[in-house]
């Protein structure tokens, strides 16, 4: 069984900043993208930021400019840097493995929780 470990989430103030990271397995095979999903409650898992094996890059619109999502794939460890968080980011926050060949890892989520 596969499992990614991650960590860095918790209870924070508007404006404040959090690391998320998530560390896969090496002996994952043919990792291709690793991204970064959050649930709110009542709503719908969705993507925030994925980076890809080559190293490209893509945010949703209500995070651009905040969020930085990077990678070590030396470490196969996606990290997603939050600045200027707002309390709607608050959410579950889940690390996703893309292999090549179409097969998905989750994470077990951690917990972001922005106050106003």
């Known amino acids: 069984q596969v499992q990614l470990v991650e960590s860095g989430g918790g209870l924070v103030q508007a404006g404040e900043s959090l690391r998320l990271s998530c560390a896969a397995p090496?002996?994952?095979?043919?990792?291709?993208?690793m991204a970064w999903y959050r649930q709110a409650p009542g709503k719908q898992r969705d993507l925030v930021a994925r980076?890809?094996?080559?190293?490209?890059?893509n945010y949703a619109d209500s995070v651009k400019g905040r969020f930085t999502i990077s990678r070590d794939n030396a470490k196969n460890t996606v990290y997603l840097q939050m600045n200027s968080l707002k309390p709607e980011d608050t959410a579950v926050y889940y690390c996703?493995?893309?292999?090549?060949?179409?097969?998905?890892?989750w994470g077990q989520g951690t917990q972001v929780t922005v106050s106003s």
């Open positions: 980076v890809t094996s080559g190293g490209s890059t």
């Open positions: 090496p002996r994952i095979f043919g990792v291709n993208a």
């Open positions: 996703n493995v893309l292999r090549i060949d179409g097969v998905n890892y």
